[in-house]
């Protein structure tokens, strides 16, 4: 398992210099990555098609919030919920989500309280994602 856990941590970190930079997140590498952690957890033994399947539902969900409220959320975005979800698990991802909306939260009170963010202002999801996977570990 720690192979899949290797997989998650790469997979959530190699987006987050691009999603700053150029707003732009590379779907092949994290493709690839999510193949080999299902690869190796169905070497363990540890898979199951319902509970794979349900770990991609926030992914979806987050897509279609992003979709119906004018693009809050990216595509790339919904994109790094849902290889976590089907990576570590729902339990995982919703953990991971919980932290990163505080850790939104928290940032744009703050910059909008200074005037450096406005109300419709938009900042890069991913770099709040990492740090919501780091937090969820030690959740």
Known sequence: MFVLHICS???????????????????????????????????????????????GLPGVLSFLIGRLFGACIGGGDSFLIGGIGLLEGINFCWRMLA?????????????????????????????????GYLGAWLL
């Open 99 to 131: 932290v990163s909306s505080g850790i939104v939260f928290i940032f744009s009170m703050g910059m909008m309280a200074v005037g450096k963010l406005r109300r419709k202002s938009k900042v890069p999801g991913t770099p709040f994602l990492a740090l």
């Open 9 to 55: 941590l790469i997979f959530i970190l190699y987006p987050v210099y691009g999603d700053v930079r150029t707003q732009e997140i590379r779907l092949f590498p994290g493709l690839c990555l999510i193949a080999a952690g299902v690869l190796a957890r169905t070497a363990a033994g540890e898979i199951s098609g319902a509970a794979w399947l349900l770990g």
